[in-house]
């Protein structure tokens, strides 16, 4: 690796470039005052100032984070119990078949998930809109959790339990002390992935959507055929600049404190 | 007697902690899983009238049915393998880094941009007018119809499913124990036939983790098709919805649907078995 320290830099440096080109692009013309994509005229700010008079828009924005925070947070709740209960299940056949099942919706295409939901929700009689979107996301991250926690729990040493069963911890303190900090990463790994599946989702919003609950990828989708205002652009810059933030804080936050953390568990 | 008082309460723990955490997931498998396939199974052999039939299976073996499970396959396949093309490197060279978490998150937080927005932007970008074309002039080449191609479709949809093909692969490149690779190497093995022999082989499974989040969801790419192809590629995915929500032919769309549960099931088969072959093999040794 020593021998071509450059190559991994150049890769690196293209392969990024590549993934924020798409969002600079919408950020770059969120400020041009001629109102298109294809010809910056000058400076100005006024699409930012019109994303906070658009109060359509903000509910919209708000739906989607709101859908995005509570299906992640439920279903990796479930998702956790749902790995603990395959990990420890001692019937061999019962654990392949949940295994399975578990594969099955995550490997499900979104549109299939879409569609037999709609015919499930419209069959119970639960109202498209915003229930039947929260169900839908919390019901296809579940199998993301389990995937990413599962591997963390295999990784454990049972050794760790009986260690703690010898020095008199109960079920709730095994749980609480040993399991769930050893596989904390796969749980974290699992809430995110469930969050930006979440915020990413178009198709099965799309198909369990009624009509008066939106999500911004439902509601770019329709603009896409009137035609997308800078506004939406202006909002991009928004979302990018507040995630970003909020993303790289918490990294920083978390990583000044595990070091004194991890003296203190020791 | 102490060993079997351990026993006895374990095994208490274990069937409690079963019983406890059991209950929620069993009812999503149950309520989310089952309940929905049973039901698309059900309305497929239903017409737009409501009556039993078969005709929709026998509508699924015309030509214009079997040319699109082919092409979607095709557009599938070609997307999940530039994927993993341009991400194993990406999440090997992101684990050498300083900063390798850092670098992660910032690898991930363009998938937090909503894939719609960025979808759109792909549209300026690529378009007759777009920072591309004018880039494709000045170096000599000309303006180029970029959008509405092939070329487009997979460009994009290799954009989106990139962070989510370099997690997985990330994840298992970061538990090897370099401690191997240094062995490899001091056997006398190159840098190639330690990637062969083995780095690839130990994170094989965070490869096929990858695959499958991406191979899958590639197969219904409707909004893509729409938006970035211009309706030119037509996927299994475009045809359901256009059969739910634009003919709202029910019965048609499950039976679109139910094949395409049946080739996930056999795509889920295959890389299970190989999989637990894997880890079997893994332990005798």
Known sequence: ?266 | MRDLKRMVRRMKTNRAGLRLSMVPYSLWILLFVIAPIGLIVYYSFFDLSGNFTFDNYKNFFTSVYLKLTVSSFWYAFLITFFSLLISYPTAYFLTKLKHKQLWLLLIIIPSWINLLLKTYAFIGLMGLYGPVNALLETVGIGKQQILFTDFSFVFVSVYIFIPFMILPIFNALDKLNPALIDASRDLGANAWTTFRRVIWPLTLNGVKSGIQVVFIPALSLFMITRLIAGNKVITLGTAIEQQFLVTQNWGMGSTIAVFLILFMVVILLLTTANERGMAGSGKKR
């Open chain 1, 1 to 266: 690796m020593e021998r071509n320290g450059k190559l991994p830099k150049i890769y690196l440096t293209a392969v990024f470039l590549v993934l924020y080109a798409p969002i600079f692009y919408l950020i770059f013309y969120s400020f041009n005052s001629g109102g298109t994509m294809s010809h910056f005229e000058s400076f100005t700010w006024e699409h930012y100032a019109a994303v906070f008079e658009d109060k359509r828009l903000i509910i919209i924005v708000l739906n989607t984070v709101v859908v995005a925070l509570l299906s992640a947070l439920i279903s990796t709740a479930i998702g956790v119990m749902g790995a603990i209960t395959i990990h420890y299940m001692k019937n061999k056949a019962m654990r392949n078949a949940m295994l399975s099942m578990n594969s099955i919706l995550m490997v499900s295409p979104d549109v299939i998930i879409g569609a037999s939901f709609l015919i499930l929700f419209t069959l119970v009689g639960i109202k498209l809109g915003f229930a039947s979107v929260l169900l839908s996301h919390i019901a296809f991250s579940i199998p993301i959790v389990v995937i990413m926690v599962l591997p963390k729990l295999q990784e454990m040493s049972p050794t760790l339990i009986d260690a703690a069963l010898d020095l008199g911890a109960t079920r709730k303190e095994i749980m609480s002390r040993v399991i769930l900090p050893f596989i904390k990463p796969g749980i974290f790994a699992g809430f995110f992935l469930a969050l930006t599946y979440s915020l990413d989702d178009f198709a099965v919003t799309f198909f369990v959507t009624g009509n008066g609950f939106s999500t911004l990828s439902v509601e770019i989708y329709s603009m896409a055929r009137t035609g997308v205002t800078l506004t939406i652009n202006a909002l991009s810059g928004l979302i990018f600049v507040i995630t970003a933030g909020l993303i790289l804080g918490y990294y920083f936050l978390t990583n000044r404190s595990k070091t004194p953390a991890r003296g203190l568990k020791r």
